[in-house]
């Protein structure tokens, strides 16, 4: 897990070391709906052309949580964006991919929603990973000349591979190797966003 988020790192950054940097080309980000649920996240977005941007966040959750509980992941969930007016302001449309992998259990979860059984998460956890992809809409307000707040929500599709543990903290398998289909909101953002 950790050697795949450093190897992606540094693969962006090169990526974005080769893009030509104008005014108000490049922006860096921090989702606060992330942060509330106390992920660490950043993320780049970079002018591609005068209506278009690539976006890139990414998002880390490594924490131990009360009573036994875990919430562990990781993921990256680039995309591109058409804005309607300039880039980074106003309305905008965008396409985007996303994968991780997670590692959770331990939560009493009362809900089956969107085909996605939350109750199960009480006494067992789960491992594996994620792959998907899905469309979005969000509007940026512009506070000054470097300073943007933006909203985002999407919808789309993950498909999901993991294992399932009989225990929060235990190794004894119940299941191996399943899969689950996901078709619902995958993104949701509150942004604070930093422009160069």
Sequence with gaps: MNAGL?????SLGMMFGTLESYSQTVAVKSNLLDAAI??????????????????VPV???GWELSHGRRWKHWYVQPGVRYWFCD??????????????????????????????DFRKLKDTRFQGWFIGGGVSYGYAWLLDRHWNVEGEIGVGYSY?????????GCG?????????????????????????
Excluded: M
């Design 38 to 55: 106390r992920d660490v996240n950043a993320g780049v977005e970079v002018g591609i052309a005068p209506k278009w941007t690539l976006d």
């Design 59 to 61: 998002s880390l959750n």
């Design 160 to 168: 999901t591979y993991y294992d399932q543990y009989r225990c929060v």
């Design 87 to 116: 880039r980074f302001a106003g309305h905008f449309v965008g396409g985007h991919l996303h994968g991780g992998q997670f590692n959770i259990g331990g939560f009493d979860g009362k809900i089956n929603l969107l085909g996605t």
């Design 172 to 196: 004894k398998k119940i299941k191996s190797g399943k899969s689950h289909n996901y078709v619902g909101p995958t993104k949701a953002a509150i942004n604070v966003v930093y422009l160069f």
């Design 6 to 10: 450093k190897i992606l790192l540094l």
